[in-house]
Protein backbone atom coordinates (compact mmCIF):
# COMPACT_ATOMS: atom_id res chain seq x y z
CA UNK A 1 0.00 0.00 0.00
CA UNK A 2 1.19 3.52 -1.03
CA UNK A 3 1.05 6.27 0.93
CA UNK A 4 0.83 10.16 -0.80
CA UNK A 5 0.74 13.87 0.29
CA UNK A 6 1.03 16.30 -1.17
CA UNK A 7 2.76 19.82 0.18
CA UNK A 8 3.40 23.52 -1.59
CA UNK A 9 -0.54 24.22 -2.62
CA UNK A 10 -2.79 26.95 -0.09
CA UNK A 11 -2.68 30.70 -0.43
CA UNK A 12 -3.14 32.50 -3.56
CA UNK A 13 -0.54 33.24 -6.21
CA UNK A 14 -0.70 36.43 -8.29
CA UNK A 15 -0.75 35.30 -12.69
CA UNK A 16 2.97 34.77 -13.84
CA UNK A 17 4.00 33.66 -10.38
CA UNK A 18 5.57 30.16 -9.42
CA UNK A 19 4.80 27.25 -7.31
CA UNK A 20 6.25 24.34 -6.28
CA UNK A 21 4.75 21.13 -5.42
CA UNK A 22 5.87 18.07 -3.82
CA UNK A 23 4.62 14.45 -2.75
CA UNK A 24 6.16 12.51 -0.13
CA UNK A 25 5.47 8.83 -0.90
CA UNK A 26 5.81 5.99 1.81
CA UNK A 27 4.66 2.20 1.83
CA UNK A 28 6.28 1.07 -1.35
CA UNK A 29 9.15 0.58 -3.53
CA UNK A 30 8.87 4.14 -4.95
CA UNK A 31 11.62 3.71 -8.22
CA UNK A 32 9.27 0.93 -9.53
CA UNK A 33 6.05 3.67 -9.62
CA UNK A 34 5.14 5.90 -12.38
CA UNK A 35 3.97 8.98 -10.95
CA UNK A 36 1.92 11.52 -12.06
CA UNK A 37 0.37 14.94 -11.11
CA UNK A 38 -3.24 15.53 -11.75
CA UNK A 39 -5.68 18.20 -11.32
CA UNK A 40 -9.27 19.08 -11.24
CA UNK A 41 -10.48 22.98 -11.61
CA UNK A 42 -13.45 24.16 -10.23
CA UNK A 43 -16.75 22.38 -11.71
CA UNK A 44 -14.56 20.06 -14.44
CA UNK A 45 -13.37 16.61 -14.79
CA UNK A 46 -9.87 15.60 -13.72
CA UNK A 47 -7.08 16.01 -15.92
CA UNK A 48 -3.48 14.78 -16.02
CA UNK A 49 -0.89 17.29 -15.99
CA UNK A 50 2.44 15.47 -15.73
CA UNK A 51 3.62 11.97 -15.12
CA UNK A 52 6.90 10.95 -15.13
CA UNK A 53 7.88 7.11 -15.12
CA UNK A 54 10.04 5.01 -13.67
CA UNK A 55 12.83 5.34 -15.57
CA UNK A 56 12.35 9.09 -15.88
CA UNK A 57 10.54 9.24 -18.87
CA UNK A 58 8.10 12.60 -18.63
CA UNK A 59 4.55 13.75 -20.82
CA UNK A 60 2.53 16.74 -20.01
CA UNK A 61 -0.45 17.89 -20.85
CA UNK A 62 -0.13 20.46 -23.74
CA UNK A 63 -1.23 23.82 -21.87
CA UNK A 64 1.49 23.38 -19.48
CA UNK A 65 3.79 22.39 -21.68
CA UNK A 66 7.33 25.16 -21.19
CA UNK A 67 5.59 26.20 -18.00
CA UNK A 68 5.28 23.25 -15.75
CA UNK A 69 8.38 20.42 -14.64
CA UNK A 70 7.89 16.79 -13.60
CA UNK A 71 10.79 15.29 -11.68
CA UNK A 72 11.43 12.54 -8.77
CA UNK A 73 14.03 11.70 -6.21
CA UNK A 74 14.15 8.53 -5.85
CA UNK A 75 16.37 8.79 -2.45
CA UNK A 76 13.63 11.09 -0.63
CA UNK A 77 10.97 9.22 -1.97
CA UNK A 78 9.02 12.16 -3.56
CA UNK A 79 7.88 13.52 -6.66
CA UNK A 80 7.95 17.61 -7.90
CA UNK A 81 5.82 19.86 -10.14
CA UNK A 82 7.40 22.89 -10.84
CA UNK A 83 4.96 25.50 -12.10
CA UNK A 84 6.11 28.79 -13.79
CA UNK A 85 4.71 31.68 -15.42
CA UNK A 86 0.97 30.90 -13.77
CA UNK A 87 -2.17 31.61 -15.34
CA UNK A 88 -6.00 31.81 -13.76
CA UNK A 89 -6.63 28.49 -15.18
CA UNK A 90 -4.47 26.49 -13.65
CA UNK A 91 -6.39 26.94 -10.76
CA UNK A 92 -7.59 23.57 -9.40
CA UNK A 93 -7.25 21.06 -6.38
CA UNK A 94 -3.90 19.38 -7.55
CA UNK A 95 -3.54 15.35 -6.76
CA UNK A 96 -0.67 13.54 -6.91
CA UNK A 97 -1.04 9.86 -8.03
CA UNK A 98 1.11 6.78 -8.32
CA UNK A 99 0.84 3.19 -9.58
CA UNK A 100 2.57 0.32 -11.75
CA UNK A 101 2.28 1.00 -15.22
CA UNK A 102 2.76 3.06 -18.38
CA UNK A 103 2.48 6.45 -17.59
CA UNK A 104 0.25 7.37 -20.09
CA UNK A 105 -2.80 5.17 -19.27
CA UNK A 106 -5.09 6.32 -16.61
CA UNK A 107 -6.09 3.07 -14.97
CA UNK A 108 -1.91 2.92 -13.78
CA UNK A 109 -3.10 5.32 -11.19
CA UNK A 110 -4.33 3.34 -7.90
CA UNK A 111 -2.96 5.35 -5.42
CA UNK A 112 -3.73 8.84 -4.52
CA UNK A 113 -2.77 11.56 -2.62
CA UNK A 114 -5.67 13.84 -0.51
CA UNK A 115 -4.96 16.78 -3.18
CA UNK A 116 -3.62 20.51 -2.47
CA UNK A 117 -5.08 23.47 -3.66
CA UNK A 118 -3.68 25.71 -5.87
CA UNK A 119 -5.28 29.40 -6.61
CA UNK A 120 -3.91 31.83 -9.20
CA UNK A 121 -5.17 35.19 -9.52
CA UNK A 122 -5.94 36.70 -12.22
Known sequence: QV???ESGGGGLVQAGGSLR?????SGGTFRRYAMG????????ERELVAAISSSGTTIYQ?????RFTISRDNAKNAVYLQMNSLKSEDTAVYYC???LGAIVTMSTYGYWGQ????SVSS
Do not use: D, I
Open 3 to 5: QLV
Open 21 to 25: LSCAA
Open 37 to 44: WFRRPPGK
Open 62 to 66: NSVKG
Open 97 to 99: AAG
Open 115 to 118: GTQV
